[in-house]
């Protein structure tokens, strides 16, 4: 056979590997890495995916998942078990209150929410049970920032981990180990792969027994990636500098004229100049802001309804971070697991319209937004 070396990993699309006898099998598990067994224990193409992300955001290692959800439990789990307690920033995605309020309550793991201005002093907060803070970098979908190294040195005073879900920022923006967080966490779906073509997720650890305790989970849950979509978000992550850029450019234009249309009541992005966290969040994404606002219309169904209808260029699709723009409704998806008041609290009503905003040409998504808004 000729000597192949391909430039791109091949996709090792096998759920298992050939083991010449009992000696080679002896040795997989005498030598971690020396080989594969089998693709839920690891595989070429989940490894390279999880070595990636891990160089990215600067840490020890990592784990992919089969989805962001899978993700966050798996972060969760690293620290957690029956009768432990986790505090969440009320600013979150509406699926991770959902595996806290649901699921990891029913395991015997209580939550508690601390609100935005809450997180820097966690004192009231904090029980003897309590073992990590989950927050995100960016929230969704009001886009708050939080001052990670603050957050951080809060967590640490207290004996807490920090896990930092940096899904909306992306380590071309915001690498959140190098602030102090302990665990990082990203839906690989959105801006990592990039394409809305894949489901996955990831988690990297700052040291490496957390990373280790993270491949554990992830193997004995069967959380792991399959090999195709650890392929084809490793393709999608060879952009990704590229794109966040664009998706940032983008996003500024589209929410500085958002701010100036008569039928928006409020535009949430960090990139503007009024944002509260506008300093800070130019600090941490190195002047960029990403891709991801929202902006709030009267609270008539109606009319977000003709806004959605009308739009050509942002198709309501409940996911985000894609080339291609989409809206979407924070109450109708991504929230809706949440309590009538938490919702009320957070200001997420009918009228808050999310944008991910996409790298097509800008002048292109200005138009259409004009004509649906007009």
């Given at each position: 056979?000729?000597?192949?070396?391909?430039?791109?990993?091949?996709?090792?699309?096998?759920?298992?590997?050939?083991?010449?006898?009992?000696?080679?099998?002896?040795?997989?598990?005498?030598?971690?890495?020396?080989?594969?067994?089998?693709?839920?224990?690891?595989?070429?193409?989940?490894?390279?995916?999880?070595t990636a992300v891990a160089q990215w955001e600067g840490g020890a290692g990592a784990v992919a998942t089969g989805s962001g959800m899978a993700a966050i439990f798996a972060a969760l789990l690293t620290y957690c078990q029956a009768g432990d307690h986790v505090l969440c920033a009320a600013d979150i995605y509406g699926?991770?209150?959902?595996?806290?309020?649901?699921?990891?309550?029913?395991?015997?793991?209580?939550?508690?929410?601390?609100?935005?201005?809450?997180?820097?002093?966690?004192?009231?907060?904090?029980?003897?049970?309590?073992?990590?803070?989950?927050?995100?970098?960016?929230?969704?979908?009001?886009?708050?920032?939080?001052?990670?190294?603050?957050?951080?040195?809060?967590?640490?005073?207290?004996?807490?981990?920090?896990?930092?879900?940096?899904?909306?920022?992306?380590?071309?923006?915001?690498?959140?180990?190098?602030?102090?967080?302990?665990?990082?966490?990203?839906?690989?779906?959105?801006?990592?792969?990039?394409?809305?073509?894949?489901?996955?997720?990831?988690?990297?650890?700052?040291?490496?027994?957390?990373?280790?305790?993270?491949?554990?989970?992830?193997?004995?849950?069967?959380?792991?990636?399959?090999?195709?979509?650890?392929?084809?978000?490793?393709?999608?992550?060879?952009?990704?500098?590229?794109?966040?850029?664009?998706?940032?450019?983008?996003?500024?234009?589209?929410?500085?004229?958002?701010?100036?249309?008569?039928?928006?009541?409020?535009?949430?992005?960090?990139?503007?100049?009024?944002?509260?966290?506008?300093?800070?969040?130019?600090?941490?994404?190195?002047?960029?802001?990403?891709?991801?606002?929202?902006?709030?219309?009267?609270?008539?169904?109606?009319?977000?309804?003709?806004?959605?209808?009308?739009?050509?260029?942002?198709?309501?699709?409940?996911?985000?971070?894609?080339v291609d723009s989409s809206c979407s409704s924070p109450l109708y998806t991504s929230h809706r697991a949440l309590t009538d008041a938490q919702r009320a609290e957070l200001g997420i009503s009918v009228g808050l319209v999310r944008l991910s905003v996409g790298i097509e040409p800008v002048e292109e998504l200005l138009?259409?937004?004009?004509?649906?808004?007009?």
């Amino acid at each position: 056979m000729p000597n192949i070396q391909p430039k791109i990993t091949p996709i090792y699309q096998t759920s298992v590997f050939k083991f010449e006898d009992l000696d080679a099998v002896q040795q997989y598990f005498d030598e971690p890495g020396s080989r594969y067994l089998y693709s839920r224990n690891g595989n070429p193409n989940s490894d390279e995916l999880a070595t990636a992300v891990a160089q990215w955001e600067g840490g020890a290692g990592a784990v992919a998942t089969g989805s962001g959800m899978a993700a966050i439990f798996a972060a969760l789990l690293t620290y957690c078990q029956a009768g432990d307690h986790v505090l969440c920033a009320a600013d979150i995605y509406g699926g991770s209150a959902a595996l806290l309020n649901l699921e990891l309550s029913r395991l015997g793991i209580a939550v508690t929410y601390v609100p935005f201005e809450s997180l820097y002093d966690l004192a009231a907060y904090v029980q003897p049970t309590t073992r990590l803070l989950l927050c995100e970098t960016m929230s969704n979908p009001l886009l708050r920032v939080v001052d990670l190294r603050a957050a951080a040195a809060e967590c640490h005073r207290h004996g807490l981990k920090l896990v930092v879900d940096n899904t909306f920022s992306t380590p071309v923006l915001t690498r959140p180990l190098g602030y102090g967080a302990d665990l990082v966490l990203h839906s690989v779906t959105k801006y990592l792969a990039g394409h809305s073509d894949v489901t996955a997720g990831a988690v990297v650890a700052r040291t490496p027994e957390d990373a280790a305790r993270l491949r554990q989970i992830g193997v004995i849950f069967g959380l792991t990636l399959s090999p195709m979509e650890s392929w084809l978000s490793v393709r999608g992550m060879k952009t990704m500098r590229l794109r966040v850029a664009a998706h940032s450019e983008n996003a500024l234009a589209v929410a500085e004229f958002l701010t100036r249309q008569p039928a928006v009541q409020a535009v949430y992005y960090p990139g503007l100049a009024a944002h509260p966290q506008n300093q800070l969040a130019s600090e941490q994404g190195g002047g960029r802001f990403g891709g991801m606002l929202s902006f709030r219309l009267p609270d008539d169904e109606q009319l977000v309804n003709r806004f959605m209808q009308r739009s050509q260029r942002f198709p309501f699709a409940p996911s985000l971070a894609g080339v291609d723009s989409s809206c979407s409704s924070p109450l109708y998806t991504s929230h809706r697991a949440l309590t009538d008041a938490q919702r009320a609290e957070l200001g997420i009503s009918v009228g808050l319209v999310r944008l991910s905003v996409g790298i097509e040409p800008v002048e292109e998504l200005l138009a259409d937004l004009a004509q649906a808004l007009g």
